[in-house]
């Protein structure tokens, strides 16, 4: 099965602050990322947080951690509609980042 | 500029065709990816290749071959595909041991008729 649980969609009106959760079943990656793909697009790496932190804020990103119940979740402040996206939080599996399938953000104007 | 260059960025084929997809990376990263996204699937890892060693192959058919010649580039040989092969082809490197996670090109979308 999937080493990660996202939800499939989210809805947010411009401005507004968008979370996004993942819960993951491998807690052995020493860093954690989040990745955003724009249509017709390859994967852009937005943020990571090193395994022994519990938040790392970056501009409108703010990443938690809660490595107890694995949970992991990006905060964007001030939602615009060009963070319109599918959005990633890929552990690292034995050899290589497992993605799965994403949670769609549509920001309405 | 994702330092990780994709060619060609569309390709259509016939099932009987050969052709080739070509990743480079200008990043002197070590370990170099194959990933395929389908609409209705996760991005799936195809290949792995680290310091130009195939070191994972995730029982992908063997109509699709691999190819590292050197750290900087990556080939995916395609033969006698089926339509079900449709799909977005990612490649991604990265510098294995290193925190900057992977760094993805723009794609190939490859459309097999």
């Known amino acids: 099965g999937e080493d990660v649980e996202q939800s499939l969609f989210l809805s947010v009106r411009e401005g507004d602050s968008s979370v996004i959760n993942c819960t993951y079943t491998d807690s052995s990656s020493t860093y954690l990322y989040w990745y955003k793909q724009e249509p017709g697009a390859g994967l852009q790496l937005l943020t990571y947080i090193f395994s022994n932190m519990d938040m790392k804020q970056d501009q409108r990103l703010t990443v938690l951690l809660n490595k107890k119940d694995k949970h992991l979740s990006l905060r964007i402040a001030d939602t615009q509609t060009g963070d319109s996206a599918i959005y990633f939080c890929?552990?690292?599996?034995?050899?290589?980042?497992?993605f799965g399938s994403g949670t769609r953000l549509q920001v309405q104007p | 500029e994702t330092g990780v260059t994709q060619t060609p960025r569309h390709l259509v084929m016939g099932m009987t065709n050969k052709k080739s997809l070509k990743c480079e990376q200008h990043l002197g990263h070590n370990a170099m990816y194959w990933y395929k996204q389908s609409a209705k699937k996760p991005l799936e890892l195809m290949f792995v290749?680290?310091?130009?060693?195939?070191?994972e192959n995730n029982s992908v058919p063997s109509r699709f071959s691999p190819e590292c010649p050197n750290s900087s580039h990556l080939f995916l040989h395609l033969h006698t595909l089926q339509p079900e092969d449709s799909a977005l082809y990612l490649c991604?490197?990265?510098?294995?041991?290193?925190?900057?996670?992977?760094?993805f090109g723009s794609g190939t979308r490859l459309t097999v008729v």
């Open positions: 991604a490197s990265s510098q294995e041991g290193g925190a900057d996670g992977y760094t």
């Open positions: 890929p552990p690292k599996g034995r050899r290589a980042l497992t």
């Open positions: 290749y680290s310091l130009e060693e195939r070191v």
